[in-house]
Protein backbone atom coordinates (compact mmCIF):
# COMPACT_ATOMS: atom_id res chain seq x y z
CA UNK A 1 0.00 0.00 0.00
CA UNK A 2 1.41 3.37 -0.76
CA UNK A 3 2.44 5.84 1.70
CA UNK A 4 -0.06 8.25 1.80
CA UNK A 5 1.31 12.29 2.16
CA UNK A 6 -1.53 14.43 1.33
CA UNK A 7 -3.93 16.63 3.18
CA UNK A 8 -7.36 15.28 3.15
CA UNK A 9 -8.92 16.84 0.26
CA UNK A 10 -11.21 17.39 -1.89
CA UNK A 11 -11.95 20.80 0.72
CA UNK A 12 -14.63 23.19 0.64
CA UNK A 13 -18.17 22.98 0.37
CA UNK A 14 -19.28 25.31 -1.70
CA UNK A 15 -21.51 24.59 -5.13
CA UNK A 16 -18.56 25.48 -7.74
CA UNK A 17 -16.38 22.53 -8.88
CA UNK A 18 -12.72 23.26 -9.39
CA UNK A 19 -12.02 21.45 -12.80
CA UNK A 20 -8.82 20.87 -13.74
CA UNK A 21 -6.89 23.82 -14.56
CA UNK A 22 -8.91 26.26 -13.22
CA UNK A 23 -7.59 28.33 -10.22
CA UNK A 24 -9.86 31.09 -8.01
CA UNK A 25 -8.48 33.50 -10.98
CA UNK A 26 -9.80 31.98 -14.01
CA UNK A 27 -13.01 30.76 -12.13
CA UNK A 28 -13.72 34.53 -11.17
CA UNK A 29 -13.03 36.01 -14.89
CA UNK A 30 -16.19 33.36 -15.87
CA UNK A 31 -18.15 34.79 -13.19
CA UNK A 32 -17.10 38.30 -13.59
CA UNK A 33 -16.31 38.63 -10.12
CA UNK A 34 -12.99 40.28 -9.19
CA UNK A 35 -11.30 37.32 -7.47
CA UNK A 36 -10.50 38.66 -4.06
CA UNK A 37 -14.48 38.41 -3.60
CA UNK A 38 -14.25 34.72 -4.30
CA UNK A 39 -11.00 34.23 -2.09
CA UNK A 40 -12.15 36.02 1.16
CA UNK A 41 -15.75 34.63 1.10
CA UNK A 42 -16.08 33.25 4.36
CA UNK A 43 -17.14 30.26 2.88
CA UNK A 44 -14.15 29.57 0.99
CA UNK A 45 -12.01 30.40 4.61
CA UNK A 46 -11.05 26.39 4.75
CA UNK A 47 -9.78 26.05 1.55
CA UNK A 48 -7.95 29.51 1.92
CA UNK A 49 -6.44 28.40 5.42
CA UNK A 50 -5.18 25.10 3.85
CA UNK A 51 -3.48 26.37 0.65
CA UNK A 52 -3.17 29.58 0.95
CA UNK A 53 -2.84 30.57 -2.56
CA UNK A 54 -5.79 31.07 -5.12
CA UNK A 55 -3.58 30.35 -7.93
CA UNK A 56 -3.63 26.80 -7.29
CA UNK A 57 -6.53 24.82 -5.85
CA UNK A 58 -7.23 21.23 -6.63
CA UNK A 59 -9.63 19.61 -8.78
CA UNK A 60 -12.80 18.23 -7.19
CA UNK A 61 -12.02 21.32 -4.29
CA UNK A 62 -15.46 23.05 -4.06
CA UNK A 63 -15.65 27.27 -3.70
CA UNK A 64 -18.54 28.97 -3.14
CA UNK A 65 -19.06 31.73 -5.31
CA UNK A 66 -20.46 34.68 -4.20
CA UNK A 67 -23.74 36.54 -6.13
CA UNK A 68 -22.88 39.05 -8.36
CA UNK A 69 -23.21 42.89 -6.77
CA UNK A 70 -25.62 44.93 -8.17
CA UNK A 71 -25.32 48.58 -8.31
CA UNK A 72 -27.71 51.04 -9.33
CA UNK A 73 -27.01 53.95 -11.82
CA UNK A 74 -28.98 57.20 -13.23
CA UNK A 75 -28.42 58.39 -16.79
CA UNK A 76 -30.32 59.67 -19.36
CA UNK A 77 -32.35 57.72 -21.38
CA UNK A 78 -31.45 60.00 -24.69
CA UNK A 79 -27.45 59.15 -25.05
CA UNK A 80 -25.47 56.01 -24.90
CA UNK A 81 -23.21 55.24 -22.17
CA UNK A 82 -20.47 53.11 -21.59
CA UNK A 83 -20.18 50.54 -18.66
CA UNK A 84 -16.98 48.36 -18.66
CA UNK A 85 -16.19 45.19 -16.32
CA UNK A 86 -12.72 45.52 -14.70
CA UNK A 87 -11.39 41.99 -14.35
CA UNK A 88 -8.53 41.26 -12.90
CA UNK A 89 -6.03 40.96 -14.95
CA UNK A 90 -4.45 37.44 -14.89
CA UNK A 91 -0.62 36.70 -15.39
CA UNK A 92 2.14 34.22 -16.09
CA UNK A 93 5.36 35.10 -14.14
CA UNK A 94 7.78 32.15 -15.22
CA UNK A 95 11.16 31.70 -14.51
CA UNK A 96 13.72 29.77 -17.55
CA UNK A 97 16.78 28.10 -16.08
CA UNK A 98 19.08 26.40 -18.61
CA UNK A 99 21.80 24.21 -17.54
CA UNK A 100 22.20 25.46 -13.87
CA UNK A 101 22.17 29.05 -14.58
CA UNK A 102 19.16 31.65 -15.76
CA UNK A 103 17.86 31.69 -19.28
CA UNK A 104 18.05 35.54 -19.64
CA UNK A 105 18.09 37.79 -22.25
CA UNK A 106 16.75 35.37 -24.65
CA UNK A 107 13.96 35.59 -26.74
CA UNK A 108 10.51 33.88 -26.75
CA UNK A 109 7.08 33.51 -28.13
CA UNK A 110 3.85 32.69 -25.84
CA UNK A 111 0.95 31.07 -28.64
CA UNK A 112 -2.33 30.49 -26.70
CA UNK A 113 -4.84 29.28 -29.13
CA UNK A 114 -7.73 32.29 -29.71
CA UNK A 115 -5.01 35.30 -28.46
CA UNK A 116 -2.33 37.27 -30.35
CA UNK A 117 0.93 35.62 -29.56
CA UNK A 118 2.87 37.34 -27.34
CA UNK A 119 6.48 37.82 -27.73
CA UNK A 120 9.41 39.35 -25.24
CA UNK A 121 12.52 38.40 -23.99
CA UNK A 122 13.56 36.86 -20.52
CA UNK A 123 14.97 39.30 -17.91
CA UNK A 124 18.34 39.03 -16.57
CA UNK A 125 17.07 36.58 -13.92
CA UNK A 126 15.17 34.37 -16.77
CA UNK A 127 12.11 35.84 -15.92
CA UNK A 128 8.81 36.08 -18.74
CA UNK A 129 6.28 38.45 -16.73
CA UNK A 130 3.26 38.52 -19.28
CA UNK A 131 -0.69 39.07 -18.80
CA UNK A 132 -2.58 36.19 -20.82
CA UNK A 133 -6.32 35.55 -21.28
CA UNK A 134 -7.99 34.55 -17.91
CA UNK A 135 -9.46 31.66 -19.36
CA UNK A 136 -6.53 29.97 -21.39
CA UNK A 137 -5.74 26.59 -20.63
CA UNK A 138 -2.79 26.10 -22.74
CA UNK A 139 -0.03 27.90 -24.81
CA UNK A 140 3.11 26.83 -26.14
CA UNK A 141 6.11 29.18 -25.25
CA UNK A 142 8.99 29.00 -28.23
CA UNK A 143 12.36 29.78 -26.63
CA UNK A 144 15.37 30.89 -28.50
CA UNK A 145 15.58 31.89 -32.07
CA UNK A 146 15.87 29.14 -34.26
CA UNK A 147 13.93 26.14 -35.27
CA UNK A 148 15.63 23.70 -33.31
CA UNK A 149 15.28 25.74 -30.02
CA UNK A 150 13.04 24.20 -28.08
CA UNK A 151 8.97 24.81 -27.02
CA UNK A 152 7.33 23.70 -23.78
CA UNK A 153 3.78 22.95 -23.87
CA UNK A 154 2.19 25.04 -20.69
CA UNK A 155 -0.81 24.10 -19.01
CA UNK A 156 -2.21 26.90 -17.17
CA UNK A 157 -3.85 26.64 -13.46
CA UNK A 158 -2.70 22.76 -13.63
CA UNK A 159 0.03 23.28 -10.99
CA UNK A 160 -1.79 21.57 -7.83
CA UNK A 161 -0.60 22.89 -4.42
CA UNK A 162 3.03 21.80 -3.02
CA UNK A 163 0.83 20.46 0.08
CA UNK A 164 -0.41 17.33 -2.20
CA UNK A 165 1.98 14.72 -3.36
CA UNK A 166 0.67 15.41 -7.08
CA UNK A 167 1.92 19.50 -6.68
CA UNK A 168 5.40 17.68 -5.01
CA UNK A 169 5.66 15.93 -8.27
CA UNK A 170 4.94 18.46 -10.80
CA UNK A 171 7.16 21.02 -9.22
CA UNK A 172 9.84 18.48 -9.26
CA UNK A 173 9.77 17.84 -12.90
CA UNK A 174 9.92 20.88 -13.12
CA UNK A 175 12.99 21.55 -11.53
CA UNK A 176 14.12 18.89 -13.75
CA UNK A 177 13.85 16.73 -11.61
CA UNK A 178 12.78 13.54 -13.25
CA UNK A 179 9.62 11.95 -11.31
CA UNK A 180 9.56 8.47 -13.35
CA UNK A 181 7.36 8.03 -16.87
CA UNK A 182 4.35 8.14 -14.81
CA UNK A 183 5.09 11.60 -13.70
CA UNK A 184 2.62 13.38 -11.13
CA UNK A 185 0.53 10.39 -10.50
CA UNK A 186 0.10 11.25 -6.62
CA UNK A 187 2.09 8.01 -5.63
CA UNK A 188 4.71 7.62 -3.41
CA UNK A 189 6.63 4.83 -5.39
CA UNK A 190 10.51 4.84 -6.08
CA UNK A 191 10.84 7.11 -8.39
CA UNK A 192 9.43 10.06 -6.80
CA UNK A 193 11.65 9.00 -3.57
CA UNK A 194 14.99 9.05 -5.36
CA UNK A 195 13.69 12.49 -7.12
CA UNK A 196 13.41 13.75 -3.56
CA UNK A 197 16.54 12.51 -2.34
CA UNK A 198 18.05 14.62 -5.58
CA UNK A 199 16.21 17.59 -4.78
CA UNK A 200 16.78 17.60 -0.53
CA UNK A 201 20.67 16.24 -1.83
CA UNK A 202 21.28 19.78 -4.03
CA UNK A 203 19.28 22.17 -1.23
CA UNK A 204 21.45 20.43 1.53
CA UNK A 205 18.22 19.08 3.22
CA UNK A 206 17.88 15.92 5.51
CA UNK A 207 18.13 13.30 2.58
CA UNK A 208 14.76 11.84 4.04
CA UNK A 209 13.40 10.66 0.62
CA UNK A 210 9.80 11.91 1.89
CA UNK A 211 7.97 14.80 0.81
CA UNK A 212 8.16 16.52 4.76
CA UNK A 213 7.52 20.01 5.59
CA UNK A 214 11.36 21.12 5.31
CA UNK A 215 10.85 19.71 1.79
CA UNK A 216 7.80 21.15 0.43
CA UNK A 217 8.90 24.69 1.63
CA UNK A 218 12.13 24.26 -0.13
CA UNK A 219 10.13 23.30 -3.37
CA UNK A 220 7.98 26.21 -3.02
CA UNK A 221 10.85 28.76 -2.32
CA UNK A 222 12.91 26.93 -5.18
CA UNK A 223 10.22 26.93 -7.75
CA UNK A 224 8.64 30.62 -7.15
CA UNK A 225 5.51 29.57 -5.52
CA UNK B 1 -0.54 -10.69 -27.66
CA UNK B 2 0.60 -7.16 -29.32
CA UNK B 3 3.11 -5.60 -26.96
CA UNK B 4 2.71 -2.74 -24.99
CA UNK B 5 3.19 0.60 -26.24
CA UNK B 6 5.55 2.37 -23.55
CA UNK B 7 3.83 5.34 -22.63
CA UNK B 8 5.42 8.50 -23.37
CA UNK B 9 6.84 10.72 -20.46
CA UNK B 10 5.30 13.61 -19.04
CA UNK B 11 7.22 16.92 -19.70
CA UNK B 12 7.45 19.55 -17.00
CA UNK B 13 4.75 22.39 -17.97
CA UNK B 14 2.21 22.20 -15.34
CA UNK B 15 1.90 25.89 -14.18
CA UNK B 16 0.39 28.23 -11.46
CA UNK B 17 -1.36 31.47 -12.84
CA UNK B 18 -0.17 34.75 -11.27
CA UNK B 19 -2.73 37.77 -9.88
CA UNK B 20 -1.61 41.27 -10.96
CA UNK B 21 0.78 42.31 -7.94
CA UNK B 22 1.77 38.41 -7.11
CA UNK B 23 5.33 38.46 -6.81
CA UNK B 24 5.14 34.51 -7.06
CA UNK B 25 6.48 33.09 -10.12
CA UNK B 26 6.89 29.61 -11.47
CA UNK B 27 10.33 28.18 -12.16
CA UNK B 28 10.78 25.16 -15.88
CA UNK B 29 14.15 23.78 -15.97
CA UNK B 30 14.81 23.84 -19.78
CA UNK B 31 16.03 20.56 -21.39
CA UNK B 32 18.73 21.17 -24.42
CA UNK B 33 17.11 20.42 -27.48
CA UNK B 34 19.44 18.32 -30.07
CA UNK B 35 18.33 17.94 -33.33
CA UNK B 36 19.68 15.39 -35.91
CA UNK B 37 18.49 15.82 -39.47
CA UNK B 38 19.07 11.75 -40.75
CA UNK B 39 19.62 12.26 -44.88
CA UNK B 40 19.31 9.15 -46.51
CA UNK B 41 20.96 8.25 -49.91
CA UNK B 42 19.30 6.73 -52.53
CA UNK B 43 19.75 3.13 -51.90
CA UNK B 44 18.98 3.89 -48.20
CA UNK B 45 16.13 5.88 -48.82
CA UNK B 46 13.00 3.18 -48.04
CA UNK B 47 15.09 1.77 -45.33
CA UNK B 48 12.93 2.27 -41.98
CA UNK B 49 16.12 3.50 -39.77
CA UNK B 50 13.20 5.49 -37.20
CA UNK B 51 11.63 1.99 -36.27
CA UNK B 52 15.23 0.22 -35.79
CA UNK B 53 16.36 3.30 -33.68
CA UNK B 54 13.04 2.23 -31.94
CA UNK B 55 13.49 -1.41 -31.41
CA UNK B 56 16.94 -0.43 -29.60
CA UNK B 57 15.29 2.78 -27.58
CA UNK B 58 11.72 1.89 -26.86
CA UNK B 59 10.55 5.40 -25.00
CA UNK B 60 11.15 7.18 -28.62
CA UNK B 61 8.38 8.35 -29.98
CA UNK B 62 8.02 8.77 -34.08
CA UNK B 63 5.62 10.51 -35.85
CA UNK B 64 6.02 9.91 -39.97
CA UNK B 65 9.64 10.80 -40.59
CA UNK B 66 10.56 12.14 -37.25
CA UNK B 67 10.86 10.59 -33.94
CA UNK B 68 12.01 12.50 -29.98
CA UNK B 69 13.17 11.08 -27.79
CA UNK B 70 13.56 12.70 -24.53
CA UNK B 71 16.68 11.63 -22.08
CA UNK B 72 15.75 12.84 -18.49
CA UNK B 73 19.26 11.50 -17.33
CA UNK B 74 21.24 14.07 -19.51
CA UNK B 75 18.31 16.83 -19.23
CA UNK B 76 18.18 16.29 -23.57
CA UNK B 77 15.56 16.27 -25.60
CA UNK B 78 16.40 14.66 -28.93
CA UNK B 79 14.62 14.73 -32.30
CA UNK B 80 15.08 13.21 -35.90
CA UNK B 81 13.94 14.19 -39.05
CA UNK B 82 14.33 11.69 -41.97
CA UNK B 83 15.37 13.63 -45.29
CA UNK B 84 15.79 12.52 -48.74
CA UNK B 85 16.63 15.13 -50.47
CA UNK B 86 19.07 16.72 -51.87
CA UNK B 87 17.98 20.07 -51.21
CA UNK B 88 17.23 19.20 -47.46
CA UNK B 89 21.14 17.78 -47.08
CA UNK B 90 22.24 20.92 -48.08
CA UNK B 91 19.97 23.20 -45.84
CA UNK B 92 20.77 20.86 -42.88
CA UNK B 93 24.49 20.89 -43.31
CA UNK B 94 23.73 24.87 -43.08
CA UNK B 95 21.80 25.00 -39.87
CA UNK B 96 23.72 25.90 -37.28
CA UNK B 97 23.56 23.54 -33.58
CA UNK B 98 22.37 20.38 -35.48
CA UNK B 99 23.26 16.97 -35.92
CA UNK B 100 23.49 15.62 -39.85
CA UNK B 101 24.03 12.12 -40.31
CA UNK B 102 23.94 10.49 -43.92
CA UNK B 103 23.68 7.11 -44.45
CA UNK B 104 24.27 5.77 -48.20
CA UNK B 105 27.15 5.37 -50.20
CA UNK B 106 30.36 7.29 -50.25
CA UNK B 107 30.56 7.03 -54.16
CA UNK B 108 34.63 7.24 -53.64
CA UNK B 109 34.38 11.13 -52.87
CA UNK B 110 31.92 12.15 -55.11
CA UNK B 111 29.64 12.64 -52.86
CA UNK B 112 25.84 11.59 -51.17
CA UNK B 113 23.23 10.58 -53.80
CA UNK B 114 19.53 10.99 -53.19
CA UNK B 115 16.43 9.71 -55.14
CA UNK B 116 14.02 6.91 -54.81
CA UNK B 117 14.73 3.00 -54.11
CA UNK B 118 14.77 0.84 -56.06
CA UNK B 119 17.44 1.99 -58.34
CA UNK B 120 19.82 -0.12 -59.96
CA UNK B 121 22.57 0.81 -62.57
CA UNK B 122 23.03 4.37 -63.54
CA UNK B 123 20.28 5.54 -61.23
CA UNK B 124 21.78 3.84 -58.11
CA UNK B 125 24.24 6.03 -59.21
CA UNK B 126 23.67 9.14 -60.00
CA UNK B 127 20.03 9.49 -58.60
CA UNK B 128 16.72 9.91 -60.42
CA UNK B 129 16.55 12.83 -62.29
CA UNK B 130 13.82 15.59 -61.48
CA UNK B 131 13.09 18.39 -64.22
CA UNK B 132 15.46 21.01 -61.55
CA UNK B 133 17.84 19.00 -60.80
CA UNK B 134 17.48 20.18 -57.16
CA UNK B 135 16.34 16.96 -54.80
CA UNK B 136 17.81 14.32 -56.78
CA UNK B 137 21.37 13.12 -58.12
CA UNK B 138 24.92 13.55 -56.54
CA UNK B 139 25.33 16.03 -54.16
CA UNK B 140 29.09 17.04 -55.55
CA UNK B 141 32.12 16.85 -52.94
CA UNK B 142 34.50 18.74 -54.65
CA UNK B 143 37.35 16.92 -56.59
CA UNK B 144 36.91 16.50 -60.19
CA UNK B 145 38.64 13.50 -60.63
CA UNK B 146 37.98 10.30 -58.90
CA UNK B 147 39.36 6.99 -58.86
CA UNK B 148 37.19 4.23 -59.04
CA UNK B 149 38.02 0.19 -59.36
CA UNK B 150 36.95 -1.10 -62.21
CA UNK B 151 35.87 -4.68 -60.59
CA UNK B 152 34.39 -3.40 -57.46
CA UNK B 153 32.19 -0.73 -58.75
CA UNK B 154 32.20 -0.34 -62.40
CA UNK B 155 32.01 -4.18 -63.14
CA UNK B 156 29.82 -4.64 -60.57
CA UNK B 157 26.68 -2.43 -61.10
CA UNK B 158 27.24 -1.64 -64.72
CA UNK B 159 27.17 1.81 -64.78
CA UNK B 160 28.03 4.24 -67.84
CA UNK B 161 31.25 6.35 -66.81
CA UNK B 162 33.30 9.33 -67.72
CA UNK B 163 37.13 8.17 -67.70
CA UNK B 164 39.39 11.28 -67.96
CA UNK B 165 41.42 11.15 -70.85
CA UNK B 166 45.45 11.28 -70.97
CA UNK B 167 45.20 14.47 -71.91
CA UNK B 168 44.02 15.72 -68.77
CA UNK B 169 46.55 17.09 -66.75
CA UNK B 170 46.66 15.81 -63.41
CA UNK B 171 47.45 18.32 -60.34
CA UNK B 172 46.44 18.16 -56.34
CA UNK B 173 43.76 20.52 -57.23
CA UNK B 174 41.67 18.06 -59.25
CA UNK B 175 42.53 15.25 -57.97
CA UNK B 176 40.90 13.87 -55.13
CA UNK B 177 43.84 13.20 -52.59
CA UNK B 178 43.63 9.24 -52.82
CA UNK B 179 45.02 9.44 -56.32
CA UNK B 180 48.65 8.56 -55.87
CA UNK B 181 49.98 10.82 -58.01
CA UNK B 182 53.67 11.00 -56.44
CA UNK B 183 53.85 7.44 -56.50
CA UNK B 184 55.66 5.53 -59.96
CA UNK B 185 53.85 3.40 -62.07
CA UNK B 186 56.02 0.30 -61.09
CA UNK B 187 54.60 0.43 -57.79
CA UNK B 188 51.09 1.26 -58.74
CA UNK B 189 50.83 5.05 -59.38
CA UNK B 190 49.00 6.75 -62.15
CA UNK B 191 49.73 5.97 -65.39
CA UNK B 192 48.25 5.82 -68.81
CA UNK B 193 45.77 2.83 -69.25
CA UNK B 194 43.21 1.03 -71.85
CA UNK B 195 39.30 0.75 -71.32
CA UNK B 196 38.80 -2.57 -70.54
CA UNK B 197 37.09 -4.21 -74.40
CA UNK B 198 34.15 -5.13 -72.15
CA UNK B 199 33.13 -2.26 -70.85
CA UNK B 200 34.02 0.08 -73.73
CA UNK B 201 30.09 0.39 -74.33
CA UNK B 202 29.55 1.87 -71.17
CA UNK B 203 31.67 4.69 -71.84
CA UNK B 204 30.01 7.96 -72.18
CA UNK B 205 30.34 9.94 -75.41
CA UNK B 206 32.70 13.03 -75.03
CA UNK B 207 32.38 14.02 -78.47
CA UNK B 208 34.55 11.43 -79.93
CA UNK B 209 33.90 7.58 -79.69
CA UNK B 210 36.16 5.60 -78.14
CA UNK B 211 38.92 4.63 -80.74
CA UNK B 212 41.32 1.97 -80.21
CA UNK B 213 44.47 3.29 -78.37
CA UNK B 214 42.68 6.01 -76.89
CA UNK B 215 44.17 6.24 -73.29
CA UNK B 216 43.24 7.42 -70.26
CA UNK B 217 44.40 7.71 -66.75
CA UNK B 218 44.59 4.51 -64.17
CA UNK B 219 46.27 3.51 -61.27
CA UNK B 220 46.60 -0.03 -58.72
CA UNK B 221 48.19 -3.20 -59.22
CA UNK B 222 45.94 -5.92 -58.57
CA UNK B 223 43.08 -3.66 -58.93
CA UNK B 224 43.07 -1.65 -61.57
CA UNK B 225 41.20 1.84 -60.54
CA UNK B 226 39.95 4.29 -63.33
CA UNK B 227 40.06 8.00 -63.01
CA UNK B 228 36.58 8.91 -63.58
CA UNK B 229 34.99 13.02 -64.11
CA UNK B 230 33.33 12.66 -60.79
CA UNK B 231 29.68 13.41 -61.67
CA UNK B 232 30.00 10.87 -63.99
CA UNK B 233 27.93 12.10 -67.27
CA UNK B 234 27.03 15.63 -66.73
CA UNK B 235 26.61 17.44 -63.59
CA UNK B 236 23.02 17.54 -62.50
CA UNK B 237 23.67 19.33 -59.48
CA UNK B 238 25.34 22.29 -60.34
CA UNK B 239 25.53 25.04 -58.42
CA UNK B 240 24.49 22.70 -55.95
CA UNK B 241 27.57 21.20 -54.29
CA UNK B 242 29.55 21.26 -51.21
CA UNK B 243 31.50 23.88 -52.93
CA UNK B 244 28.33 26.04 -52.82
CA UNK B 245 27.65 24.74 -48.79
CA UNK B 246 28.13 26.78 -46.04
CA UNK B 247 28.72 24.20 -43.15
CA UNK B 248 27.48 25.67 -39.97
CA UNK B 249 26.32 22.12 -38.39
CA UNK B 250 27.31 21.42 -35.23
CA UNK B 251 28.23 17.32 -35.80
CA UNK B 252 28.65 15.36 -39.04
CA UNK B 253 28.56 11.94 -39.46
CA UNK B 254 29.21 10.44 -42.68
CA UNK B 255 27.98 6.56 -42.16
CA UNK B 256 28.86 5.70 -45.81
CA UNK B 257 31.41 3.27 -47.12
CA UNK B 258 34.83 4.48 -46.35
CA UNK B 259 33.82 7.63 -45.97
CA UNK B 260 37.11 7.82 -43.91
CA UNK B 261 39.37 7.93 -46.51
CA UNK B 262 36.89 9.14 -49.20
CA UNK B 263 35.56 12.33 -47.89
CA UNK B 264 37.32 13.15 -44.62
CA UNK B 265 39.82 14.61 -47.14
CA UNK B 266 37.25 16.66 -48.46
CA UNK B 267 35.23 17.78 -46.01
CA UNK B 268 38.33 18.32 -43.35
CA UNK B 269 40.48 19.55 -45.78
CA UNK B 270 39.16 20.99 -49.18
CA UNK B 271 35.92 22.00 -47.76
CA UNK B 272 37.86 23.18 -44.17
CA UNK B 273 34.91 22.33 -41.86
CA UNK B 274 37.17 22.70 -38.56
CA UNK B 275 36.50 21.49 -35.07
CA UNK B 276 36.83 24.58 -32.77
CA UNK B 277 35.68 23.96 -28.91
CA UNK B 278 32.58 22.39 -28.97
CA UNK B 279 31.83 23.28 -32.62
CA UNK B 280 32.44 20.77 -35.52
CA UNK B 281 32.47 17.77 -34.69
CA UNK B 282 32.86 15.14 -37.57
CA UNK B 283 32.40 11.23 -37.42
CA UNK B 284 34.00 8.88 -40.45
CA UNK B 285 33.68 5.18 -41.36
CA UNK B 286 36.80 3.62 -41.94
CA UNK B 287 36.39 0.55 -44.04
CA UNK B 288 32.94 -0.65 -46.00
CA UNK B 289 30.05 -0.53 -43.87
CA UNK B 290 26.41 -1.11 -43.88
CA UNK B 291 23.14 0.99 -42.83
CA UNK B 292 22.75 -0.88 -39.33
CA UNK B 293 25.21 1.22 -38.19
CA UNK B 294 23.02 4.08 -37.91
CA UNK B 295 20.35 2.79 -35.63
CA UNK B 296 23.16 1.85 -33.07
CA UNK B 297 25.00 4.85 -33.25
CA UNK B 298 21.70 7.13 -32.49
CA UNK B 299 20.68 5.02 -30.06
CA UNK B 300 24.19 4.57 -28.13
CA UNK B 301 23.81 8.92 -28.13
CA UNK B 302 20.37 8.71 -26.57
CA UNK B 303 21.93 6.33 -23.85
CA UNK B 304 24.87 8.32 -22.20
CA UNK B 305 23.85 8.03 -18.81
CA UNK B 306 24.93 11.62 -16.86
CA UNK B 307 23.57 14.96 -17.53
CA UNK B 308 25.75 17.14 -20.33
CA UNK B 309 22.70 19.59 -21.08
CA UNK B 310 24.36 22.81 -22.42
CA UNK B 311 27.45 21.86 -22.26
CA UNK B 312 29.89 20.17 -24.85
CA UNK B 313 28.30 17.17 -27.33
CA UNK B 314 32.00 15.45 -27.36
CA UNK B 315 31.31 13.34 -23.97
CA UNK B 316 28.35 12.00 -25.43
CA UNK B 317 29.09 11.18 -28.86
CA UNK B 318 32.09 9.76 -27.94
CA UNK B 319 30.40 7.44 -25.46
CA UNK B 320 28.42 6.07 -28.51
CA UNK B 321 31.15 5.82 -30.87
CA UNK B 322 33.02 3.51 -28.01
CA UNK B 323 29.74 1.58 -27.54
CA UNK B 324 29.02 1.62 -31.37
CA UNK B 325 32.76 -0.03 -32.05
CA UNK B 326 32.51 -2.44 -29.17
CA UNK B 327 29.13 -3.80 -31.12
CA UNK B 328 30.75 -3.38 -34.42
CA UNK B 329 33.82 -5.62 -32.97
CA UNK B 330 31.66 -8.09 -31.32
CA UNK B 331 29.78 -9.32 -34.41
CA UNK B 332 32.28 -8.97 -36.82
CA UNK B 333 31.41 -5.70 -39.01
CA UNK B 334 34.45 -5.04 -40.35
CA UNK B 335 34.31 -1.47 -39.51
CA UNK B 336 34.79 1.41 -36.66
CA UNK B 337 33.52 4.49 -36.92
CA UNK B 338 36.22 7.48 -36.32
CA UNK B 339 36.72 10.43 -34.95
CA UNK B 340 38.47 13.04 -36.93
CA UNK B 341 39.41 16.00 -35.03
Redesign the interface.
Known sequence: MPENFDKTHPMGSGDRVVEQGECVSSIAADAHLPWKRIWNDPANSDLKAEFKDPNNPLPRDRLTIPDVATADFSKPTDASHTFTTVIDPVKLRLRLIAGDVAFSDQPFTLTIAGADAITGTTDSNGLIDVKIPPDAMTGTLQVGTTPHDDFIVLQFGSLNPVEVLTGVQQRLMNLGIDCGPAGDDGIYGHRTQHALLAFQNKMTLEPTGKPDDDTRDALKREHGC | MAPKK??K????????????G?P??????????R?TVMALGIQFSDEPLLKWIKKLVPDMTISGDSAEYIS??Q?V?Y?IQIVRTKQEFKNALE????HVVYSGHARYGRGPCFGLNPANGDNWEMGTDDPGFINTGIFRMGFPLIGIPISADIKHHGYHFLPALSSVELNDDNCHPEIPLGRSAKRGGVRTVSIPEKLKEKVLDQGQPVLDGESYWGFGSRDMNLLLVADWNKSISTPMDLGATNIQCKCSTFLGCSTLKHWQPIVRGRKGFKQSDAEGFAYFVDRVSDSTVDPIWMANWFKFPDRN???SWEPSLEFSRTRCNKTLTAVGAGFLIKKDL
Do not use: W
Not at chain 2, 9 to 20: E, L, Q, Y
Not at chain 2, 95 to 98: C, L, S, Y
Open positions: PKRPMPGKVARSTFDKFNTIVLYEHHHDHRTTPGIDFE
